[in-house]
């Protein structure tokens, strides 16, 4: 077991760094990109969610976090809103948010060609 000394709230705004842009960037571990910050000694939660839930109130249950200026280490709550996890998923750029984008039906050809309603696979130039 860890001891942890402080609160959360001093523990954690001293690993924050407000930044140009208006981002608070998260200064310590990272999970997956995201900030990870120890709540106590048997929880690890996002930093994100903590900046949160103490500057702005609880996340229901089943939302959870999205950030709008899209850097996963940002904390400020500005820049967080609370939404479901399917349009968490299509706002972001993961494999499942992009794959409408990657895999839609082609409307033309490498070389600018209109492809026919028929369905024509190719052209050749």
Known sequence: MRHIVGTAHERFWPKVRAQENGCWEWQAALGKGYGRFRLDSDRMVGAHQFAYEELVGSIPEAMEIDHLCRNQRCVNPEHLEVV????NIARGLS??????????????????????????AGCDG
């Open 84 to 87: 479901s996890h399917k349009e």
């Open 95 to 120: 494999p499942d948010a992009l794959r409408p984008y990657l895999f839609r039906p082609q409307d033309y050809c490498r070389y600018g060609h209109a492809l026919s309603q028929f369905g024509v």
